[in-house]
């Protein structure tokens, strides 16, 4: 919760999500706007208009962009949440190695205190 | 950490009760999901135990019966495309190469329609006067996938 | 006679093989999306949406695979009793069902401006949409099915059931009349087209080891931690 708030109280996040967002939109309309036959309801050109094509084609640096930004996003989280994960694992161990002691001390106390076991 | 008595998460505990509240949510998923697999199959298998008929297949089968939907796939016959100025109803016919079919469908056609190389697919109802109306259109893409001549 | 926990929350395990593959992993997505975007030609029938294809063959590969390891690991876990089998099937399984659902998803997003259709019901796809049904059940089992034993060897006949659908899956273009195309790897592509399909398979693989070892790391911890509980209680 930690990551989430302090992100969230960083004006510079919330421009660049908000930019993020706007750039997906608009690569995606661009791109999905130039895809054939639902832009025209009635009467169908027979083939798809070569200037479609192109102008489709011509937007694709901005999907490249759109996807490199979203999975850095995402890889950059995923390098986050296995650090916590890791440090997590390290405090199990100490947990279960503490239980370890208590239950071989308390077993040695049994032990001497009932010579006769 | 003052307590002596640690909370056990309820996924470590035992399932004491029969009908515990673990066991209606499962019955009622997997209900759900049996029913959901058992629509499925009747959807694919309705009507035809093949996906589609063929041109030839769809002509010796004859007229579709009333509320039954089949799918016939066939190739665009040469120069058979024709759709009046302004009108939403297009005719075309569907051939294997061999056997023509007449054809009729109302409203968008996709781009890949008018492809040399597509199969297209028809979904809709064989009627006895002998032309497919077809409701819904699938274009199967070509299989190859082949990269554009750079022009110019 | 106390332990030092400080010690071992100051260095906590390395896991250096995991940031080597996240390393690999986001590496390899920024190759494939150059190559996909930049490199990778226009297809002369379908045109830029066929790109998506970089996409979902790899999701469907990684689907139908991650089905049958769910299978496996969870035979191996009925069979020998360790723990870090079942470990590995349900993390498996928590994965599979995100490539399952974006195969699906993908699909429908390539079908609508090509096909026409949203979806349809031919093999190929039904036999899809039942894997998926599976990796439901399957985690369904495992979170509301009966504890222990019993609901672990109902979940693994569920997995089952999913490795012999996955066969299907990938058979169904030749079996059956679909309108999905036919299998087109390595035979009916073009050169640049092939390697950026390589490229992008071997990327969504490294990916999902990656993320296999992380969900299963995790999972181990749940399953210590549930053993810790209980020795305190």
Known sequence: ?117 | MSQTDTTIPESAQPQTSLVSSHRVKLLVGLMAIVGALGFFAFQAFEGATVYYYTVAEMKEIGPTPENRTVRVSGKLAADSFHRAEGSTLAEFDLTDGGAILAAAHEGVLPDLFFNDHSEIILEGRYHADGVFVSENVIVKCPSKYIAEEESG | MTYSTQALRDAPPRGLLRDALLAASALLMALTLYLVYFWAPTEQNLGVSQRIFYFHVPLGWIGMVSIVVVAAASILHLATGRQKWDDLAYSTAELGIVYASLIIVTGAVWGKPVWGVWWTWDPKLTTTLVLWFIYVGYLMMRSYGPAGAQGKRFAAIIALIGAIDAPIIYKATDWWRTAHPENNVPGGLDDRILITLLVSVLTFTVMYVYLLMERYSLRRSESDLDELYRRVA
Not at chain 1, 66 to 74: E, G, K, M
Not at chain 1, 80 to 93: D, H, L, N
């Open chain 1, 1 to 117: 919760m930690s990551f989430i708030e302090g992100l969230r109280n960083s004006p510079l996040f919330r421009v660049a999500l908000l930019g993020a967002l706007i750039a997906l939109g608009l690569a995606a309309w661009s791109a999905f706007g130039t895809v054939g036959a639902y832009d025209v309801p009635f009467g169908m050109q027979p083939a798809p208009a070569p200037q479609a094509q192109q102008s489709a084609e011509a937007n694709l640096p901005f999907l490249f962009a759109v996807f490199i930004v979203t999975w850095a996003a995402f890889f950059g989280y995923v390098l986050y949440v296995s650090r916590r994960q890791r440090e997590m694992q390290g405090e199990i161990e100490a947990l279960r190695r503490a239980l370890d002691d208590r239950e071989r001390s308390s077993a040695d106390q049994r032990r001497e205190t009932n010579p006769n076991n």
